[in-house]
């Protein structure tokens, strides 16, 4: 699999979920969440990781780029900091009821 293909796979599965959970029903919304949480858990767990902070604050990951360079990043890194954003917008999503027939 290319780079592209992959990010290509990522973004499409990632725009299904994001259009289920904004616009699908709540049995619908359960239902998927209960077959891909786990795995989408993983994978959040996997990228914060590696970014723990060391004795002196600083991310244990992002800081090997910084190593040549006067000032070195302090936790949290930019990865931390778009993890907790995200995580903080989960409560802003809009919920769109689904329309319902009958």
């Known amino acids: 699999m290319t780079v ?4 290509g796979d990522l973004a499409d599965q990632h725009a299904v979920l994001e259009r289920m959970v904004r ?9 998927v969440m ?12 996997a990228l ?16 090997r780029h910084w190593r040549n ?11 931390v900091l778009a993890a907790h954003q995200a995580h903080q917008g ?3 999503i809009p919920s769109q009821p ?3 027939s009958g």
Do not use: W
Request: with cysteine; proline share 10%.
């Open 4 to 7: 592209p293909d992959l990010f």
């Open 23 to 31: 616009h699908g029903d709540d049995e619908s919304v359960l239902s």
């Open 34 to 45: 209960r077959v891909n949480g786990p795995a989408l858990l993983a994978a959040y767990e």
């Open 48 to 63: 914060l990781a590696p970014h723990q902070p060391d004795e002196r604050g600083r991310c244990t990951t992002c800081r």
């Open 69 to 79: 360079r006067l000032r070195r990043p302090r936790f949290p890194c930019r990865v």
């Open 90 to 92: 989960i409560a802003a």
């Open 98 to 100: 689904a329309e319902r």
